[in-house]
């Protein structure tokens, strides 16, 4: 089956795409065709991220795509960015979230907010998967509102001591870094650098997941951590440092669930062409057509919400709030896409021998994790009304 994908473009993007977004889109869909679509329902069975592909998302770019040459990164656009993650969440949101933790979550922040000495000791590593990261924002009383953190670090003359918790962490369980948000003495959030190995950090696995099976998720647990002074990240503190890195990884999903809707849409389409019901295809029924057609529909418009955005992230004009919107539509279109897309196949939308099952399961949480679905809801409308209603 996976070498039968074929992606819908409806409106002609592919015209509005430069050589180079071709060149980098197909070298990912190949890679995914060849590396991810094969294995990954197994993988996600017995609940295990594959450790084997690390290398693969490597050489295609998955790590730091915007991160500059000179450390690691592969210097592409926005757009290059977007369609990565597009093709990678074809084959899995779990391996997407990988490459999302990776490239917005831990090297963005060392890129951006890190001393040029940090820069040069981890980004080339993380960009070749030599080192793997994770991002610790979410704690067991602080998901939606992290501002309210209770993960703390106190002075201790040559180092940090840090204390707390962290859940529900993508990568945690593997991880050689983390890059773990927690406040100071006087309540005001920073960004440290934490290393597998110090002592009374351990990172315990979240298990019975139904959802991201194929992603690793645990937790962060800090009992007493002597963090080197040199593995603050001094550039930026207060809220605004993880949120800027959330900007970053929400544009990347708003993209990636493209690719899962896709996938689910495909699939459909096939299946209804080529499944017989009363004497005729079920593609032929108006029931079934009236599916795939707002399913085509759907995915258009999301294209053209990411593409613009890309375009305004490329100009560095892209809003918070412009982005938040991008992730709420797109990922919602395709957690909806995907419900409808099982029911095409009858029966067999419920089995692994389709990945329309895997694809909704996992959008059960990709709509909730980098915000949820209401957060972003709240964020469009404060800022469309100047009123926030979080509080
Ligand atoms: P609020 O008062 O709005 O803002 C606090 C400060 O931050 C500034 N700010 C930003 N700065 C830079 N970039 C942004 N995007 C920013 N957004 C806000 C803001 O100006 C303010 O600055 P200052 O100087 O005045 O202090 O904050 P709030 O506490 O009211 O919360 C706002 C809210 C609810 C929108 C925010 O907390 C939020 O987005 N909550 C959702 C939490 C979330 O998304 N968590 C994600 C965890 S990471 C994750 O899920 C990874 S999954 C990865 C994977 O597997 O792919
Ligand atoms: P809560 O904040 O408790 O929300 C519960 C419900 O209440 C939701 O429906 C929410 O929309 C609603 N709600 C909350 N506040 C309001 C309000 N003011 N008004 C109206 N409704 C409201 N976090 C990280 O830091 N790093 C990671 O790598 C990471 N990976 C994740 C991987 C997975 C598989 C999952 C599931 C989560 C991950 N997260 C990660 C955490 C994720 O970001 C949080 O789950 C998310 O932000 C929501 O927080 P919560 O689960 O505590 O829900």
Same mark, same amino acid.
């Given at each position: 089956?996976?070498?039968?994908?074929?992606?819908?473009?409806?409106?002609?993007?592919?015209?509005?795409?430069?050589?180079?977004?071709?060149?980098?889109?197909?070298?990912?869909?190949?890679?995914?065709?060849?590396?991810?679509?094969?294995?990954?329902?197994?993988?996600?069975?017995?609940?295990?991220?594959?450790?084997?592909?690390?290398?693969?998302?490597?050489?295609?770019?998955?790590?730091?795509?915007?991160?500059?040459?000179?450390?690691?990164?592969?210097?592409?656009?926005?757009?290059?960015?977007?369609?990565?993650?597009?093709?990678?969440?074809?084959?899995?949101?779990?391996?997407?979230?990988?490459?999302?933790?990776?490239?917005?979550?831990?090297?963005?922040?060392?890129?951006?907010?890190?001393? !040029?000495?940090?820069? =040069?000791?981890? #980004?080339?590593?993380? +960009? $070749? *998967? %030599? &080192?793997?990261?994770?991002?610790?924002?979410?704690?067991?009383?602080?998901?939606?509102?992290?501002?309210?953190?209770?993960?703390?670090?106190?002075?201790?003359?040559?180092?940090?001591?840090?204390?707390?918790?962290?859940?529900?962490?993508?990568?945690?369980?593997?991880?050689?870094?983390?890059?773990?948000?927690?406040?100071?003495?006087?309540?005001?959030?920073?960004?440290?650098?934490?290393?597998?190995?110090?002592?009374?950090?351990?990172?315990? !696995?979240?298990?019975? =997941?139904?959802? #991201?099976?194929?992603? +690793? $998720? *645990? %937790? &962060?647990?800090?009992?007493?951590?002597?963090?080197?002074?040199?593995?603050?990240?001094?550039?930026?503190?207060?809220?605004?440092?993880?949120?800027?890195?959330?900007?970053?990884?929400?544009?990347?999903?708003?993209?990636?669930?493209?690719?899962?809707?896709?996938?689910?849409?495909?699939?459909?389409?096939?299946?209804?062409?080529?499944?017989?019901?009363?004497?005729?295809?079920?593609?032929?029924?108006?029931?079934?057509?009236?599916?795939?057609? !707002?399913?085509?529909?759907?995915?258009?418009?999301?294209?053209?919400?990411?593409?613009? &955005?890309?375009?305004?992230?490329?100009?560095?004009?892209?809003?918070?709030?412009?982005?938040?919107?991008?992730?709420?539509?797109?990922?919602?279109?395709?957690?909806?896409?995907?419900?409808?897309?099982?029911?095409?196949?009858?029966?067999?939308?419920?089995?692994?021998?389709?990945?329309?099952?895997?694809?909704?399961?996992?959008?059960?949480?990709?709509?909730?994790?980098?915000?949820?679905?209401?957060?972003?809801?709240?964020?469009?409308?404060?800022?469309?009304?100047?009123?926030?209603?979080?509080?």
């Amino acid at each position: 089956r996976p070498d039968l994908f074929e992606a819908p473009d409806y409106y002609n993007l592919d015209d509005l795409l430069s050589e180079e977004h071709l060149l980098v889109r197909d070298a990912a869909r190949q890679w995914v065709k060849r590396d991810i679509s094969p294995i990954i329902e197994e993988y996600a069975q017995k609940a295990e991220f594959p450790t084997q592909i690390i290398k693969g998302l490597a050489e295609i770019g998955a790590f730091g795509p915007y991160i500059p040459e000179e450390y690691g990164g592969a210097g592409l656009d926005q757009i290059s960015y977007g369609l990565i993650m597009q093709e990678i969440e074809r084959g899995d949101s779990g391996v997407r979230s990988t490459a999302s933790v990776q490239s917005s979550l831990v090297m963005y922040p060392i890129f951006a907010y890190g001393t !040029e000495e940090q820069r =040069k000791k981890y #980004l080339p590593k993380l +960009a $070749t *998967g %030599e &080192l793997m990261g994770c991002f610790g924002l979410t704690e067991p009383d602080h998901g939606s509102n992290p501002g309210g953190m209770v993960t703390n670090f106190k002075d201790k003359g040559d180092h940090f001591l840090l204390n707390g918790a962290k859940l529900w962490i993508s990568n945690s369980p593997f991880a050689d870094i983390a890059i773990v948000w927690a406040k100071n003495e006087e309540g005001r959030i920073h960004g440290l650098i934490v290393e597998r190995g110090m002592e009374g950090f351990s990172t315990p !696995e979240t298990h019975n =997941k139904w959802s #991201l099976r194929a992603s +690793a $998720t *645990g %937790e &962060l647990i800090f009992d007493n951590v002597k963090v080197p002074k040199q593995n603050l990240l001094p550039g930026k503190s207060g809220l605004g440092a993880p949120l800027g890195c959330l900007d970053s990884a929400r544009y990347g999903i708003a993209w990636g669930a493209i690719g899962a809707a896709m996938d689910c849409y495909d699939t459909a389409l096939r299946y209804a062409k080529e499944r017989v019901q009363f004497g005729k295809p079920i593609a032929a029924t108006q029931l079934q057509q009236k599916k795939l057609a !707002e399913m085509i529909t759907e995915i258009t418009k999301a294209q053209l919400l990411a593409f613009r &955005l890309g375009q305004l992230k490329n100009e560095g004009k892209a809003t918070t709030a412009q982005i938040s919107m991008a992730k709420r539509n797109n990922v919602d279109m395709a957690i909806k896409i995907a419900r409808e897309a099982r029911q095409v196949l009858g029966g067999m939308g419920i089995t692994g021998e389709y990945p329309i099952m895997r694809h909704m399961m996992n959008l059960e949480s990709v709509i909730t994790y980098e915000g949820t679905h209401d957060i972003h809801l709240l964020i469009t409308g404060a800022d469309i009304t100047g009123h926030q209603a979080f509080k």
